[in-house]
């Protein structure tokens, strides 16, 4: 299926990767396992898009969101040496969350801050559990396909160093 070979040309292989086919570095964000995968993945990074957006303007965030990707799979290569393939955007959408939050916070009253910091230990709770194994069945991954939790971390950590930055830009 054609489809199915151009998913294949751009996804996260590591091995061809280290080959030279760096492109594989932005690409794999744009291919998913499903169509279920893709949108979940897609409305959260627009959803949190749309609360940083304001913030950071249109030029700002696509440069974001242009040099965080090869960000994210580099940090596969270095900290997830067993993860051999790779489909999503949900490392860029965890990153932006986070940075959504932190250019919330500035603004936020006392009772919004509490309801940040909460959301925040829910989605390192997320990270933690993935980790450890534990994954939500939503995303209609193939039984095959396992969550490569390290991209959520990556992700997050990009994004607070991203709203930790931003205050002083």
């Given at each position: 299926m054609p489809f199915d070979a151009a998913s294949e040309l751009l996804e996260y292989d590591r091995h061809a990767i280290l080959a030279g086919e760096v492109w594989r570095l932005w690409s794999c964000h744009l291919v998913h396992y499903s169509a279920q995968h893709a949108l979940i993945d897609f409305a959260t990074a627009a959803a949190a898009g749309a609360v940083a957006l304001p913030a950071l303007g249109w030029r700002r965030l696509c440069l974001i969101l242009a040099l965080t990707a090869p960000l994210i799979a580099t940090g596969l290569l270095l900290l997830a040496p067993d993860c051999l393939y790779y489909r999503g955007a949900s490392g860029l959408a965890v990153l932006l969350v986070v940075l959504a939050a932190g250019t919330l916070w500035p603004r936020a009253c006392p009772r919004a801050r509490v309801a940040l910091v909460l959301l925040g230990a829910a989605l390192a709770a997320k990270i933690a559990a993935e980790a450890l194994g534990y994954a939500a069945g939503?995303?209609?991954?193939?039984?095959?396909?396992?969550?490569?939790?390290?991209?959520?971390?990556?992700?997050?950590?990009?994004?607070?160093?991203?709203?930790?930055?931003?205050?002083?830009?």
């Open positions: 939503w995303s209609d991954l193939p039984s095959d396909v396992v969550v490569v939790w390290q991209s959520h971390l990556i992700g997050a950590i990009l994004g607070a160093i991203l709203a930790a930055v931003k205050k002083y830009c």
